[in-house]
């Protein structure tokens, strides 16, 4: 049995919850973790006493799918680099970014640039990844070159700097196609990814409560109110909240609902023209409403961390609570997206071999 969040039958719940409690009594007392199977070493280790609680409490009706954390606010809003005066943030924007926890748009292509770029982009939607083995929307920068050097753009690495600092890698991109009347990408928030396999976080940064991670989300096509543009709950980066499982909305294969007060004056509808992008918090909570016209939303991310925070360390694979396939991460590596790596912490992945070696395979074929 997974555990991935989820109603589930009364049985399983009663065979879930004393195991809960178990597990929850054996972290307390500090017992070996070593002699405990690989799913249940896993949740001793990364889940905190509040995720158990919360579990436990609510019948396993309620959770944090995601390590709970609180945002500490910076001492000081100055820019962590400097850059080049046209990409340059000020103060005020910094700490505009602090408060709501999303900053932007901000140009960086042009109309006529994105035109080119969405036909390779659309190209790959039904295709095989090359690091995965199978369809899915993630890290194509390990094999697109053109993916990867819009990314590379100064107008978003300069921003990204100044927020996080100068030396960053990228450890994961995902192209969000939204095709023609696509559905609702219900609000969610995500911190150090641990939802993604339920066991396991992704993102280990020494203190979660601390910035650690950016996402830059770029818009291809417009996106519009109709088409499904993004949408942001302002302040809502303070901290991560528990889900209620069930219910009418649905995260790709998951169904829970996020707990959070759904003011209207707190939520920002965000409309963002071709070419320009956005930086987000992801754990400021957003989402996007349904595309309601004919025509593709097309979009992309990045999530971006700062050289001294680890990812994946000693995992070989995951499986996606929301897109339901099974990432081996062997082709899988950060790729250093400014700066350089001198910590070396997760697997790299040699991002202009990789392009090459694209190249040559499409020289080959041709
Ligand atoms: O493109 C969308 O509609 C959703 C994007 C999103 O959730 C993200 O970038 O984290
Ligand atoms: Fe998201």
Not at 206 to 213: M, T, Y
Not at 350 to 366: P, Y
Request: aromatic share 12%; hydrophobic share 40%; net charge positive.
């Amino acid at each position: 049995m997974n555990l991935h969040p989820k109603v589930r039958p009364l049985w399983q719940r009663a065979v879930i919850l004393p195991a809960l409690v178990i597990l929850m009594a054996y972290k307390a007392l500090h017992l070996p973790k070593g002699i405990l199977p690989r799913a249940l070493r896993s949740i001793v280790t990364h889940w905190d006493y509040s995720m158990f609680w919360v579990l436990i409490g609510s019948g396993a009706t309620r959770a944090y799918i995601d390590q709970p954390c609180q945002f500490k606010m910076p001492s000081s809003f100055s820019p962590k680099v400097l850059v080049a005066p046209e990409y340059q943030l000020k103060k005020e924007q910094i700490r505009q970014f602090c408060e709501d926890g999303f900053l932007g748009p901000f140009d960086a292509f042009s109309r006529e640039d994105m035109a080119e770029f969405r036909i390779q982009l659309l190209s790959s939607e039904h295709t095989k990844s090359k690091t995965y083995g199978f369809c899915t929307p993630r890290d194509r920068h390990l094999e697109m070159p053109s993916l990867w050097e819009h990314l590379k753009h100064p107008a978003i690495t300069e921003r990204l700097a100044q927020l996080l600092g100068p030396d960053l890698l990228c450890w994961r991109s995902q192209i969000f196609f939204k095709g023609p009347r696509s559905p609702a990408i219900q609000f969610h928030q995500a911190s150090t990814f641990m939802v993604e396999d339920y066991l396991d976080p992704a993102v280990f940064p020494d203190d979660r409560n601390e910035l650690f991670q950016l996402t830059v989300w770029l818009a291809v096509d417009d996106a519009t109110p109709e088409n499904g543009c993004m949408q942001f709950v302002r302040g809502s980066h303070d901290r991560v909240r528990t889900v209620k499982f069930g219910g009418e909305e649905g995260f790709y294969n998951a169904q829970f609902s996020l707990e959070f007060d759904r003011d209207p004056s707190r939520i920002v509808t965000l409309p963002v023209q071709s070419g320009q992008f956005v930086i987000f918090a992801e754990r400021c909570i957003h989402g996007s409403p349904p595309n309601t016209t004919d025509h593709y939303r097309l979009a992309l991310n990045a999530r971006i961390i700062p050289t001294h925070v680890p990812v994946y360390t000693n995992k070989e694979k995951y499986r996606s609570v929301y897109n339901g396939g099974k990432y081996v991460l062997k082709n899988w590596g950060v790729a250093v997206l400014r700066g350089e790596d001198s910590h070396q912490l997760s697997r790299t992945a040699d991002i202009d071999q990789l392009h090459s070696q694209v190249a040559k395979r499409g020289q080959k074929a041709a």
